[in-house]
C-alpha cells in the first residue's frame, strides 16, 4: 500500500507519522511519500519520519520529494495538508478583518474566504494530476477550510473525503470524563465542518444509550471551560456545540480578545520555528511534546481509521466526515457538503440518518451552506463581485459596508494568489 501526503513539510507530519508507525497493523503502509516543494523542512521531518519508524520496528519505506508527480505516481490514497501562502497568509487572515471589526480567523469569515480562493484552484491542479495518476485514488482533504475544498473536490467527480480533528477530539475528551474507552462514543454530530453539534453521546453505537444529558449535568462546567462558552449556554442549548461555534455565538467578545494579543499565526510560527530545530535532532525519534500545542491533535487516529475504511474497509465501521448531503438534510441540496457521522467503506461514505436539527442550528447551518456556494463561485471563478456576493452573504460579516471593506482588503492582500486579480 502506497500513500502520499502532499505538504508533507508540514510540521504536523509527525504526528501523522506517529500514526502510521503505531497503527500499522490497521493500515498497513508499504511507501509513505512526503511531498512539499520546501527542501529543508522537507529534509528535516523526512527524517525524524525515518526515526520514528526506525524506533517503532515499522518496515515501510519513507520517501521524500518535491516533486509531486512522482511522489502521488501509483499512490493508493493522497493526503492533502497544504498551506497556501504558509504562516505568512495566515498571519494577514488573521489580522486585517479585525480592522474592519470582524473576526480574523483563517477557516471562518473573511479570513476564511481568502484562505478558499488561495487555496481551491490548487487543491483541484492537484486532484487532476492524481486522476491521471491513479484514477482509483483516493483523496483525504485535511487543507482548511475543509468543507469548501472537499465540495470543490466532489463537485469536480473526484474520489475525495473531507476529514477534520474536532469530532475525534471531542469523542476522546467524553470517553475520558464517562471513564470509557473512546471507540464506545458514537457522537450525534451534525453540521457542516466548523459549524457543528453535538446531539448526542451514544454507548456502544448509533443505537445506544443517550448519555448527553449526564454529561451535561456532571461536566457541563468543564466542557463550557473548553469551548470558552457559558455553562448557562449549554444548559439552555441542551447540546454541545464545536468551539468554532464561538465565534457566532460571542462574535463582538472574540472581536475584543483577538485585538487584545498576538495573532495565532504569530504563536505558531514561533512553535514551528521550534519544533523544526528540534526536528533537526538525530536523536529525536518520537514525536516532541511541543507538538500537541500546535494543533492538529488526533488527527493520525483519524486519518489512519479513515484510509483504512476507504482502501481496505478496516478501520471504525462509523467515522466523522465530510460528504455529500444527499439528503441527510432535507433543507439542504443533495449537492451540499456536510459533516456527519457516516458508515466508511471502500465505496465511500453514505451518512447516517439525522434526526432532523432544531430550527436554532438548522438557520445557521443553510445560512453557511447558501456562503460555501457563492465562496467555491468566487474560488473557482474569481471576480470582485463574487467575492463581496460571499462576504455579504457570511452571517458573520452581513453588511454591505463591512462586505465591501473586506472584498477591497481580502484583494490587496492576495492579489499574488489570485489569477484574476
Not at 462546567?221 to 444548559?235: S, V
Request: overall charge negative.
Amino acid at each position: 500500500m502506497k500513500l502520499t501526503v502532499v505538504g508533507g513539510g508540514s510540521t504536523y507530519t509527525p504526528e501523522l507519522i506517529d500514526g502510521f508507525a503505531r497503527l500499522r497493523d490497521t493500515l498497513p503502509v508499504e511507501e509513505l511519500v512526503l511531498v512539499d516543494p520546501a527542501a529543508e523542512r522537507l529534509e528535516l521531518v523526512g527524517g525524524l519520519a525515518r526515526r520514528i519508524f526506525a524506533r517503532q520496528g515499522h518496515g515501510g519505506r519513507i520517501v521524500t520529494t518535491a516533486d509531486l508527480d512522482a511522489g502521488i505516481d501509483g499512490a493508493d490514497a493522497v493526503l492533502l495538508q497544504l498551506r497556501v501562502g504558509g504562516q505568512a497568509a495566515r498571519q494577514q487572515d488573521e489580522t486585517w478583518p479585525l480592522e474592519c471589526g470582524c473576526v480574523g480567523q483563517e477557516t471562518t469569515g473573511a479570513g476564511g474566504l481568502a484562505k478558499a480562493l488561495r487555496t481551491v484552484p490548487v487543491v483541484l491542479d492537484i486532484a487532476e494530476r492524481v486522476r491521471r495518476a491513479n484514477p482509483r485514488a483516493w483523496i483525504i482533504d485535511f487543507t482548511n477550510p475543509v468543507g469548501i475544498v472537499t465540495r470543490a473536490l466532489l463537485h469536480a467527480g473526484h474520489r475525495a473525503v473531507g476529514l477534520c480533528n474536532v469530532a475525534i477530539g471531542l469523542q476522546r475528551k467524553f470517553a475520558a470524563r464517562l471513564g470509557v474507552q473512546p471507540a464506545d462514543v458514537h457522537l450525534g454530530h451534525v453540521g457542516l465542518n466548523h459549524l457543528t453539534w453535538e446531539t448526542s453521546v451514544r454507548l456502544g453505537g448509533p443505537e445506544g444509550a443517550n448519555v448527553l444529558p449526564k454529561l451535561l449535568a456532571e461536566h457541563g462546567d468543564a466542557i463550557a471551560d473548553d469551548l470558552r462558552l457559558p455553562r448557562a449556554l449549554l444548559d439552555r442549548l441542551g447540546v454541545v456545540p464545536s468551539y468554532y461555534l464561538r465565534y457566532y455565538y460571542a462574535h463582538d467578545e472574540v472581536v475584543r480578545d483577538l485585538r487584545g494579543k498576538p495573532s495565532r499565526a504569530e504563536e505558531v510560527a514561533r512553535m514551528e520555528r521550534e519544533l523544526l530545530e528540534m526536528y533537526g535532532d538525530p536523536a529525536l525519534d518520537e514525536k516532541p511534546a511541543l507538538l500537541a500545542r500546535r494543533g492538529g491533535a488526533y488527527y493520525s487516529e483519524a486519518a489512519v481509521d479513515l484510509a483504512a475504511a476507504l482502501l481496505s474497509g478496516g478501520g471504525s465501521p462509523y467515522q466523522v466526515v465530510n460528504t455529500l448531503n444527499k439528503g441527510t438534510l432535507p433543507f439542504l441540496a443533495d449537492d451540499a457538503v456536510i459533516e456527519v457521522q457516516a458508515a466508511v467503506g471502500p465505496t465511500g461514505p453514505v451518512p447516517l440518518p439525522v434526526p432532523e436539527p432544531d430550527p436554532l442550528y438548522a438557520g445557521l447551518i443553510a445560512n453557511v451552506t447558501a456562503y460555501e456556494e457563492l465562496a467555491l463561485e468566487a474560488a473557482l471563478r474569481g471576480g470582485r463581485d463574487r467575492v463581496f456576493r460571499a462576504l455579504l452573504a457570511h452571517p458573520l460579516i452581513g453588511q454591505y459596508g463591512y462586505a465591501d471593506t473586506l472584498t477591497d482588503r481580502l484583494i490587496a492582500h492576495n492579489r499574488e494568489h489570485l489569477a484574476w486579480a
